[in-house]
């Protein structure tokens, strides 16, 4: 059934598949061993959405999603792996429970056969339709120190999933802007009047928002594109046209600004409280992930859930400040009360620099109203009736 997993498709649908013909391995009973393991599920006709675009396609990536390799029908906990390993084997996956072999896939391979699998690859089956896709997707790519049995050994199979909640069930958000026409040099009109404003948004475009794609628009909209490596330079085929795939990029850049926006005014008296680890999912892990993204230790969109990349982001922030001393240290890439501490001091520190700025611009403002009056007072009255 498997074809490719659902978290590498991006990753992978420009490689060739090809079988793997190793020998099956022989596990004795808990072996220890380390794989990179990601998600997979079943679509079903008029899901919200596919990450492929639809349902057709998503069911090449995934399969039909009646059955595994095998034949044994699908069921929360199959599992996807190498030719290495054999049908039946079983998996005990940490936060998520035992698990068995029973599929293949062409990017289901062993240790460096592929540029993500840093370890052997496993591909859990999640479930159907939007449920199944929101946990394949939620579950991302994890890196986890599993537990191998035979298929003789005498345990129980089954794994239970929590449906993640959605970010926009933790804070409300933007609507995604979406650009749907392409633009260049002469063109007119409201696509071009969004195009200013969300170029403007952006720091890429200052001028006066009129609805005309001048040279001004042409030369915002190239800085754009060499900045997020849609072109190369000036020269380059596309430049200084709004065509599809800066379109795309230019809606997730906004999108995502919009979002570190509305969460930042969501969170303006927030303070730390409790102790964050792996596998949360809350207000707290958001408002983590924002302060990593902010100073740079993570560059992907809050998500609300704390996963690898979260762990990772927050294990250099650790080291950055001397919370921790090596990326190994005990308590890395986990909010305790030393980490905590620190997050709170960069939250009142930041507040304090917003009130600052704040009054800052009031007292500017108050002296040009005062030399407005000034100004309106030395004004004769003959230049006045002028």
């Known amino acids: 059934m498997k074809k490719i997993s659902?978290?590498?498709?991006?990753?992978?649908?420009?490689?060739?598949v090809i079988p793997f013909a190793g020998a099956s391995a022989t596990f004795q009973k808990g072996e220890e061993h380390t794989f990179t393991i990601t998600g997979y599920y079943s679509p079903l006709p008029n899901q919200e959405y596919y990450v492929t675009g639809d349902y057709w396609s998503e069911i090449r990536l995934n399969g039909y999603g009646t059955n595994g390799a095998d034949g044994t029908p699908v069921f929360p906990g199959m599992?996807?792996?190498?030719?290495?390993?054999?049908?039946?084997t079983k998996i005990k996956i940490p936060g998520l429970g035992m698990g068995a072999v029973h599929d293949r896939g062409g990017a289901i391979v062993n240790k460096g056969e592929r540029d993500l699998a840093k370890h052997d690859r496993l591909d859990v089956w999640m479930g159907y339709g939007m449920e199944g896709l929101r946990r394949a997707l939620a579950f991302g790519v994890q890196h986890l120190d599993c537990e191998i049995f035979s298929s003789e050994t005498?345990?129980?199979?089954?794994m239970n999933f929590e449906v993640p909640p959605m970010?926009?069930?933790?804070?409300?958000?933007?609507?995604?802007?979406?650009?749907?026409?392409?633009?260049?040099?002469?063109s007119r009109g409201e696509n071009v009047e969004a195009l200013q404003e969300a170029l403007n948004k952006l720091g890429f475009f200052g001028g006066l928002v009129d609805g005309i794609f001048d040279e001004r628009v042409r030369l915002a909209v190239l800085e754009f594109q060499?900045?997020?490596?849609?072109?190369?330079?000036?020269?380059?085929v596309g430049a200084g046209i709004f065509g599809p795939q800066t379109r795309s990029?230019?809606?997730?850049?906004?999108?995502?600004?919009?979002?570190?926006?509305?969460?930042?005014?969501?969170?303006?008296?927030?303070?730390?409280?409790?102790?964050?680890?792996?596998?949360?999912?809350?207000a707290d892990v958001l408002k983590l992930q924002q302060i990593l993204v902010e100073e740079?230790?993570?560059?992907?969109?809050?998500?609300?859930?704390?996963?690898?990349?979260?762990?990772?982001?927050?294990?250099?922030?650790q080291l950055e400040y001397n919370i921790i001393r090596t990326l190994t240290a005990?308590?890395?890439?986990?909010?305790?009360?030393?980490?905590?501490?620190?997050?709170?001091?960069?939250?009142?520190?930041?507040?304090?620099?917003?009130?600052?700025?704040?009054?800052?611009?009031?007292?500017?403002?108050?002296?040009?109203?005062?030399?407005?009056?000034?100004?309106r007072k030395n004004i004769s009255p003959s230049l006045a009736q002028k």
């Open 6 to 16: 659902i978290a590498l498709v991006f990753s992978f649908l420009l490689h060739i």
């Open 154 to 158: 005498p345990i129980h199979v089954g």
């Open 79 to 88: 599992i996807a792996a190498p030719r290495t390993i054999p049908f039946g």
């Open 296 to 317: 740079e230790f993570m560059h992907v969109t809050p998500t609300g859930f704390f996963g690898p990349v979260t762990e990772e982001a927050l294990s250099a922030f």
């Open 226 to 236: 060499k900045k997020y490596f849609i072109v190369e330079d000036a020269l380059s």
């Open 249 to 282: 990029k230019l809606s997730s850049v906004l999108y995502e600004r919009q979002v570190q926006e509305t969460i930042r005014q969501a969170w303006e008296t927030f303070h730390f409280e409790e102790d964050i680890s792996r596998g949360k999912r809350n």
């Open 330 to 375: 005990q308590g890395a890439g986990k909010v305790g009360p030393q980490t905590r501490a620190k997050l709170n001091e960069i939250l009142e520190q930041k507040k304090q620099e917003r009130i600052a700025e704040q009054n800052q611009i009031l007292v500017y403002q108050k002296k040009q109203d005062r030399l407005r009056v000034l100004a």
């Open 167 to 186: 970010l926009q069930e933790i804070v409300s958000l933007p609507e995604r802007e979406g650009f749907y026409q392409n633009l260049a040099l002469g």
